[in-house]
């Protein structure tokens, strides 16, 4: 996949952003979504690819845009020419975090990931059970070990403490023995109300202050946190949680037969050439909320792709047409 791609998804993603971020505090979750996903519909179509979405906003009788299956790019629009184009497999979610931004919180960002054919997983929109570390500890971490031994190992390949970990877990009743495991072996823990993936992105980032995430989130967010442990070289693992028979038959038809199995994150973004592009709604630990000024907008983004090995942290900075801007560092 060619390089400068990368920088074509980075316009998507944070035109996304931009347009969500409008809404950010109006407490209309469905209107931010929207936006997103309209935004990001558009702006693929521009791309020189011949892409497929394998990600998305559900299955195409659900979602009127950026359904799983969907075709996007050049490609679709000129038939004629299709071998002109790369084939592109897409994973996106334009709002990660809809409640984040609908109430003005941190931690929503605009968010893609992209391989040759099927080199991102297509995950059913099931729970998986996750846990989410960096380079350094990637090794030593086993998702049916006791989560004692998790920390004590991770902390171990940290130089510290038990104690000194945060690790971050999404505030939710699924989680009670989880958080009570953590908490009985000393670590710190934050609690977060939503957007695994991007405290997933933080774990694999030295200085982040997240040590690593663990419980039960979204499979389609455990892909697209894989796709950024494959740039970041941290590591997920996850398994897919089946809460009743309907799920398992999902699995099955979507191609997977082994339910119980535990994928690593070169299973679920398996492709040589990821490309992973976010650019932050709201304030995160890694990339600032969109902001507004007279002038013009700034976004801040995180743009990587594993081959050639590249990770950029980008600052954007819109300019309204006609204005005497200034920009300011
Ligand atoms: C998960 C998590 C996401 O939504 O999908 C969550 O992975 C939904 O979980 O990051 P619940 O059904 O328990 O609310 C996010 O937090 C945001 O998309």
């Not at 906003?57 to 002109?84: F, K, N, S, T």
């Not at 049916?144 to 104690?163: E, F, K, M, S």
């Amino acid at each position: 996949m060619d390089t400068d791609l990368s920088l074509e998804f980075l316009r998507v993603v944070e035109r996304a952003a931009i347009a969500c971020a409008h809404t950010m505090g109006q407490g209309d979750r469905p209107l931010a979504d929207q936006v997103a996903v309209e935004s990001m519909r558009r702006d693929m179509d521009a791309l020189p690819i011949d892409g497929t979405v394998v990600i998305g906003e559900g299955e195409r009788d659900q979602a009127p845009m950026l359904y799983i299956g969907e075709r996007v790019g050049q490609a679709h629009l000129h038939p004629g020419e299709h071998w002109h184009y790369p084939q592109i497999d897409i994973a996106v979610d334009p709002l990660e975090g809809t409640n984040l931004c609908a109430l003005g919180m941190p931690g929503a960002i605009s968010v893609l990931a992209a391989s040759g054919p099927g080199g991102l997983l297509h995950a059913p929109d099931l729970f998986m059970e996750k846990l989410i570390v960096g380079p350094r500890s990637k090794n030593v971490v086993d998702l049916d070990a006791p989560v004692g031994d998790n920390l004590t190992a991770i902390a171990r390949c940290l130089d510290r403490q038990v104690g000194d970990l945060v690790v971050v877990v999404m505030d939710r009743p699924r989680h009670e023995r989880l958080i009570d495991d953590i908490r009985r072996a000393g670590a710190r823990i934050r609690l977060i109300t939503d957007g695994d993936l991007s405290a997933g992105i933080a774990a694999a980032v030295l200085g982040s202050g997240v040590h690593a995430v663990m419980g039960i989130g979204g499979a389609p967010e455990g892909v697209l946190t894989a796709a950024a442990m494959r740039c970041l070289n941290g590591e997920i693992l996850g398994r897919l949680v089946m809460r009743k028979p309907e799920d398992e038959r999902r699995c099955h038809e979507m191609g997977i037969s082994d339910v119980r199995r535990i994928y690593r994150a070169s299973d679920l973004a398996s492709g040589q050439h990821i490309i992973f592009a976010a650019t932050g709604v709201t304030d995160s630990s890694l990339m600032k909320g969109v902001r507004f000024f007279g002038d013009g907008i700034r976004t801040s983004s995180l743009v990587m792709q594993a081959r050639p090995h590249l990770i950029r942290f980008i600052d954007s900075i819109y300019v309204k047409d006609g204005q005497d801007v200034r920009i300011q560092f």
